[in-house]
């Protein structure tokens, strides 16, 4: 044919390069790896030109094609031909287009041949198109031919790779195609196979598979498909298989609904379809789905890119819209959440579809409940089956209101953590079980009951309510927890509490008084009887006969009973406490026990005394402050019948006191306080610790003690069976270190003068000593507590001081402490001080020179001679230079420094000698004399000022003047003069201090640093 030759004409040089270049063959047919994967890209063109059905008949030696789709043309002879270049438009509806897809035949044969009414040619050398002779009988069909000749693949490898394809061919084969409806195939002589699609309705296809006509499997879906957008010809689609009942054939009656026939196949391996599934995709969904899919080059895997995620995204929005006709066709039950994907599923690139049916479930009423309706799954709650029965979705909401929606009970799931169950975790459905309902009794029906709650519970039934036990018991509520609620019968119908309430006799009738539950709620549920006595229910036994006498006689806060009325009944709590002590609990509140006072008071209100026990309380009581005050028992119990020791006993089991009692408080109030809770870093919370102790009261009592008073502190604190007492403990939170103080009740003993001693005197525990303590208070010195408060401790300490002074007296040499004392306060003189009078002290003690003449009688007649031949006095008058205002300038600095320096006593010190002694002598008019010497010289100042003047002692006088080592450096040492005020020189050899006051030495620094100024400046 012309057409066939020009495209050959076209061809050639393609077929020659393809023989010089074999490689590009070899990456043609490595793009379709997977074996007679050319049967489907066959079936895909036979798709595109919209044939109704389409044969394979497989031989040895070939395989052979034929569809009723449109015939061929000159294009698709061109597009056949060649590489990389179909005749298929972008944007068309067809699936794939002819030129690579094809080339997937080549693996098989070297020569294939098409026979169409319009053309028929042959093709070699892989693009090469050759004339060949029509066939008759093909009418308007269009067959191709496979000869099994490529040297790479022999015919019996390519016979048996093909068989097994045909074989195994998946009813998905023909789900999601547009225009073929049937696929035939048949293995050389054998029986024609085929795969029929029937359309039920618009969601329901049967994909059947026949041999020669008779039905040998069947598959049945619902697909629900849209087109894509911007891409009308082609869909998107999701698909959920569909499997029979058990006990169900494959086949349906069409005169039976089709949800009572089949069901959603939840196990399905989902697929993912480009038209047909892609052998290495893999969506982990319960369903397939398909899409005009972008494949990789061998067409087994999608392809990761955008255009496929849009249409990823358009099939989870179809699926979650998908779960709405599910709904209206009935096949969305509590077992199709079996098929929802979950958050843990592996969905790689197909995630967007679990988002989009989960948010579909959680909004809009999809997801099943337990009344087998729908509803959002954000108004679900879940629980247990029974519990669901029990509690109806009207009971629910009225017990978790106000809501601003109706709560409903979600479906049930078969299994804890099984699939059904995660996905409605996973949409937050949330619990609502035993211990809710428990927590909303606890709640509504406690100290203020609701009333509708109420009301709803008096509504139920006996039956109802051992339902409700039988739920609580099950579910692990503490029945303690319920003990105060009213929910249990009585005979008669009402509800009481459980704490208030006995189990009837065995006759199951009740022989007293007491509430009574009715015996129907627990008959033949020994197991309710068991909750019931959990949750507080007692036996009537004479506790309960107590019980009712108190709370007829002496509950409120003005008892008032009969003398021989209460004398009778405190013989009865008497022996009850006494032969079971754990009954005394019955009595807390209860205004048991009448007080001095004749008033009818609690246990905690009183204390023991004469006549009933010699404890000392009365007296301590009697000082205490209200809040801490008790009162002590009547004495008019003496005539009452009752052993005073039984009742004391029996007034000690219900909280009176029979001692002082530490009582364990918070460290808010101790001393410590501040510090421990500044220094502690850590976080408050309530894994911290808090803990102090203290004798409530006991501040009154230490302020006034007596003997009788104190003796009873000291034996509460010898009672004591360990020191806890103690030490305080304080840690911010669970992270911090505890911290360890005195508590407040050592402390506020160790402060307090309160321990006797012999004379009548008390003081404090430091002051004690053990010879002066008075009878009756027994010591021991390895008790610690003695050691917490300090006792005897400063006396301890002054003998020890005196031991050790002693001692080292001795060690040092001297003759008694008085020495010893001394030397301390010499060492504490300043050095210079301690030089000058040991130097004074030396020097007293050596001989004073003295040379005897020879003739003490010629050396005075000498001597008088010579002085009277002396020449006479006489003067002469000289010139001299008088500086101005000298006398003025030290007369004024006699004046200052006097009123600088005299100290309290009226007595003027030297600077340097400061208050070693006085100075030598007196003037006559009985003033000290004292020099005034000027301190910076004229070498270091041309100016006179009051204040650069000394007051000295004649000897250190001349020493400054005449023997002074450190005139250069007394500008410079002023200036780094110290706070001691002292200023270190060197006089005649020996290192002393100048001693100034405040006042001098500031104006005296302030001279200095004018008269450097005014040098400067001139």
């Known amino acids: 044919m012309k057409s066939v030759r020009s495209v050959a004409a076209d061809r050639v040089d393609l077929a020659r390069t393809l023989k010089k270049h074999p490689g590009i063959r070899k990456i043609v047919e490595d793009q379709y790896p997977d074996r007679a994967h050319f049967i489907f890209e066959l079936l895909q063109n036979a798709e595109d030109v919209r044939a109704k059905t389409a044969e394979f008949v497989l031989h ?36 794939g287009r002819f030129g690579v897809g094809f080339k997937a035949v080549f693996a098989y044969t070297e020569s294939p041949a098409i026979w169409s009414p319009t053309f028929c040619f042959s093709i070699s050398d892989f693009v090469y198109p050759t004339d060949i002779a029509p066939l008759r009988g093909l009418t308007n069909k269009t067959r191709f031919s496979f000869p099994f000749n490529n040297s790479k693949k022999p015919s019996a490898v390519a016979y048996e790779e093909i068989c097994a394809t045909l074989d195994k061919l998946p009813a998905l084969s023909l789900l999601f195609l547009r225009h073929i409806k049937e696929i035939r195939w048949r293995i050389e002589s054998g029986p024609q196979l085929s795969l029929v699609r029937i359309q039920h309705s618009a969601e329901h296809i049967e994909i059947r598979k026949l041999s020669a006509d008779r039905k040998i499997g069947v598959d049945h879906y619902l697909l629900f498909k849209e087109p894509v957008e911007n891409l009308s010809k082609h869909d998107v689609a999701v698909a959920y298989e569909l499997e029979p009942f058990d006990g169900r054939g494959p086949s349906i009656d069409s005169t039976l609904p089709l949800h009572k026939q089949l069901r959603v196949n939840v196990e ?19 369903f397939h789905v398909h899409a005009p899919f972008i494949p990789i080059p061998s067409r087994s895997d999608v392809k990761n890119c955008p255009a496929n995620a849009d249409l990823v995204r358009q099939i989870a929005k179809l699926a979650a819209r998908s779960l709405r006709s599910l709904r209206e066709l009935k096949f969305l039950t509590s077992d199709f959440l079996y098929c929802i994907p979950l958050p843990q599923d592996q969905l790689g690139n197909y995630f967007p579809i679990r988002e989009e049916m989960l948010m579909g479930l959680q909004q809009e009423e999809l997801t099943p409940t337990h009344s087998h309706g729908y509803a959002p799954a954000k108004h679900l709650c879940q629980a247990r089956a029974s519990f669901k029965e029990l509690i109806s979705e009207d009971d629910l909401n009225l017990l978790r209101a106000p809501l601003p929606s109706r709560i409903r009970w979600a479906t049930n799931s078969t299994l804890r953590n099984d699939r059904k169950d995660k996905l409605l975790e996973a949409l937050g459905v949330r619990d609502w079980d035993a211990r809710a309902l428990a927590g909303v009794l606890q709640k509504r029906l406690g100290h203020a009951a609701d009333a509708a709650v109420s009301a709803w519970l008096e509504s139920k039934s006996v039956a109802w309510l051992q339902k409700l036990f039988i739920e609580l018991n099950q579910g692990d509520v503490d029945g303690g927890d319920l003990s105060e609620i009213a929910c249990v019968p009585l005979y008669g119908g009402s509800l009481i509490a459980p704490n208030r309430c006995y189990f009837p006799d065995k006759a199951h009738l009740p022989e007293d008084e007491l509430p009574r539950v009715d015996h129907k709620v627990f008959d033949g549920k020994p197991y309710v009887r068991q909750y019931l006595a959990e949750m507080g229910v007692r036996e009537a036994d004479e506790a309960a006969k107590v019980e009712l006498i108190l709370a007829r006689r002496y509950r409120g806060d003005d008892v008032r009973v009969a003398e021989q009325v209460h004398y009778r009944d405190l013989k009865q709590f008497v022996r009850l406490v006494e032969s079971e002590p754990q009954h005394a609990v019955l009595f807390k509140n209860a205004r048991v026990l009448r007080s001095a006072e004749g008033k009818f008071e609690p246990g905690q209100h009183l204390f023991l005394d004469d006549p009933f026990q010699p404890t000392g309380l009365r007296e301590f009581h009697a000082m205490v402050p209200l809040a801490h005050k008790r009162t002590g028992i009547s004495d008019t119990y003496e005539k009452s019948g009752i052993e005073l020791t039984e009742i004391a006993r029996f007034a000690t089991a219900i909280g009176a006191s029979s001692a002082l009692k530490i009582e364990e408080c918070s460290c808010k109030d101790n001393t410590e306080y501040g510090r421990l809770y500044r220094e502690d870093r850590g976080i408050r919370s309530g894994r911290g610790i808090d803990t102090d102790y203290t004798i409530h009261g006991i501040d009154e009592v230490l302020c006034q003690p007596t003997l009788d008073l104190s003796r009873l502190i000291w034996a509460t604190l010898i009672e004591q069976e360990s020191d806890f007492w103690t030490t305080a403990v304080f840690a911010k939170g669970g992270g911090s270190k505890p911290q360890r103080v005195p508590s407040q009740l050592a402390v506020k003993l160790r402060q307090a003068q309160w321990v006797p001693q012999k004379g009548g005197r008390f003081v404090a525990p430091c002051e004690a000593t053990v010879d002066a303590l008075p009878p009756k208070f027994t010591y021991d010195e390895d008790w610690h507590w003695l050691t917490a408060i300090g006792f005897g401790q400063s006396h301890r300490k002054r003998t020890e001081s005196a031991m050790h002074e002693a001692a080292l007296a001795q060690e040092l040499g001297f003759d008694d402490l008085e020495a010893l004392a001394r030397a301390r306060e010499f060492a504490k003189l300043p050095k210079d001080e301690q030089q000058q009078i040991l130097s004074r002290f030396r020097a007293a003690s050596l001989p004073m020179p003295n040379e005897e003449p020879a003739n003490p009688g010629q050396r005075e007649l000498r001597a008088y001679d010579e002085a009277m031949e002396a020449q006479p006095r006489t003067g002469v008058e000289v010139q001299r230079t008088i500086q101005v205002g000298v006398a003025e300038v030290k007369q004024a600095a006699k004046q200052f420094l006097h009123q600088q320096y005299t100290d309290e006593d009226g007595h003027m010190r030297c600077q340097v000698c400061k208050r070693q002694e006085l100075l030598p002598f007196k003037r006559p008019d009985g003033t000290e004399y004292f020099e005034v010497v000027q301190f910076l010289d004229r070498h270091a100042t041309d100016s006179r000022y009051p204040q650069n003047y000394l007051a000295l002692c004649p000897n250190h006088a001349a020493m400054f003047m005449y023997a002074n080592g450190s005139r250069d450096q007394l500008y410079a040492a002023l200036n780094k003069i110290d706070a001691s005020r002292r200023l270190p020189v060197l006089l005649a050899g020996r290192e002393v201090t100048i001693y100034f006051t405040s006042k001098h030495l500031i104006d005296l620094k302030a001279a200095a640093r004018a008269e450097i100024e005014k040098n400067s400046g001139q």
Do not use: C, M, Q, W
């Open 268 to 286: 399905t391996d989902g697929k993912v379809a480009i038209y047909f599934p892609a052998a290495s995709a893999n969506s982990g969904l319960r």
């Open 60 to 95: 040895r030696d070939k395989v052979v094609f034929e569809h009723d789709g449109a015939t061929f043309t000159e294009d698709n002879v061109r597009g056949i031909t060649n590489i990389g270049e179909g005749t298929k438009p972008e944007g068309g509806d067809e699936i």
